[in-house]
């Protein structure tokens, strides 16, 4: 099968869709399918000679919404050179270019909406929900109306996407999602990461790995490592992750508010070796986020067998909590401190089980093998 997928953006800062790409496009093409992406980034930019797989770069687009004049010609012109197109995410001029390029055409298109449908945003900016809803009835709705599918991550995700717009229809499938198996070189990478950041040797490393974004709780994190930071002085925090909206300044002030700032560190964005080293390195990963369509990073964590301090907006939360991979309670200073107490009581044997959960949990229900073949099955439903 020769699939295309649409992105508004390959640029890995901007987090969880084009990762999932990244890790699943090999593994597609390990099964004999053909993998193409199309984007509305400008041919120039650097990111893109880094993706393993053709790419057509259909921009430059303009404003934020990411409009280009390429982008419908471009689809029409070569829609029947694909047996399936895939939209990642919404929101942006890339699944309106793919409708209008393709409704009515023989070439199948399916839809990966990766959260974007979450009430979460309707409470959070209700301003933008009331612009969004400008757009909806016009654009987006018919884009999930018409697509073949409307593939979602988990069932909590399909779940909750229903209450964003009241004027909603869409077929609805569930897939598996998740990540690779990690690098097998697990002590190297964790040295070498330890190297390039001396200051952390011996210290008991919780890791937030993500984008610096108010939705992901990182405010909740820091004041709640001040709850708990006299109980060991070698616990430290990692704030891993790129700084899109500006809010580190105003983290690293709360931290110094807090008297926890020389034992917060923030390396910015880590990739490839120095993200796999991170992970290694950490005893556990913390994620108490507001909104979380599934967090690939929880799965990398899961994967590298440390036990993850989720919210319960996480929508993955359920399956954490009943293969006891970690600890799950509500998005707030209370339930994140609540999360690090339970974590910190552990004695090493529990300890040790929670790291096998992780494992298990990951090799079970998050392994992009997994994903990737549950996606075969859906397109295989309306395969021409």
Not at 256 to 283: D, Q, Y
Request: hydrophobic letters at 45%.
């Amino acid at each position: 099968m020769k699939i295309l997928q649409v992105i508004a953006s390959a640029n890995p800062a901007g987090g969880g869709p084009i990762e999932g790409l990244k890790q699943m496009a090999p593994v597609l093409t390990s099964m004999g399918h053909a993998i193409e992406l199309a984007t509305l980034d400008d041919p120039a930019d650097a990111w893109l000679s880094e993706l393993p797989f053709p790419i057509h770069a259909l921009g430059p687009s303009r404003m934020g919404y990411g409009y280009t004049a390429k982008a419908v010609a471009w689809l029409r012109r070569r829609r029947n050179d694909y047996d399936a197109v895939i939209v990642r995410g919404i929101w942006g001029y890339h699944s309106f270019a793919v409708w209008r390029a393709l409704k009515g055409a023989g070439t199948p298109y399916y839809v990966f909406p990766h959260g974007m449908l979450d009430p979460w945003f309707k409470e959070r900016y209700p301003l933008k929900h009331i612009k969004k809803w400008l757009y909806w009835p016009w654009a987006e709705y018919r884009v999930l109306r018409d697509a073949h599918a409307v593939i979602f991550t988990c069932e909590e995700e399909r779940l909750v996407a229903r209450r964003s717009f009241w004027l909603y229809r869409a077929n609805e499938k569930v897939t598996n999602y998740g990540t690779a198996q990690p690098p097998e070189n697990a002590d190297e990478l964790q040295a070498a990461f330890v190297e390039a950041w001396p200051s952390l040797r011996g210290k008991r490393i919780v890791l937030f790995m993500g984008r610096l974004h108010e939705k992901k709780g990182c405010d909740l994190l820091l004041e709640a490592f001040a709850c708990i930071a006299g109980r060991d002085p070698t616990l430290h925090l990692l704030m891993a992750g790129p700084d899109q909206t500006g809010l580190r300044g105003e983290l690293e002030r709360l931290a110094e508010r807090h008297g926890i700032a020389e034992r917060v560190t923030w390396p910015g964005m880590l990739e490839g070796a120095m993200k796999w080293g991170a992970f290694n390195a950490a005893e556990v990963f913390c994620l108490p986020s507001h909104q979380e369509n599934f967090g690939i990073v929880v799965a990398e964590a899961l994967a590298c067998g440390k036990p993850v301090l989720i919210s319960d907006k996480v929508n993955i939360w359920r399956e954490i909590e009943a293969d006891a991979a970690g600890f799950v309670e509500t998005d707030s200073v209370e339930g994140t401190v609540s999360n690090l107490q339970r974590w910190l009581a552990l004695d090493e044997s529990g300890y040790q089980r929670m790291t096998a959960n992780a494992r298990r949990c990951f090799r079970q229900r998050f392994h992009i093998e997994r994903a990737a073949e549950r996606l075969i099955e859906i397109l295989n439903e309306f395969a021409r």
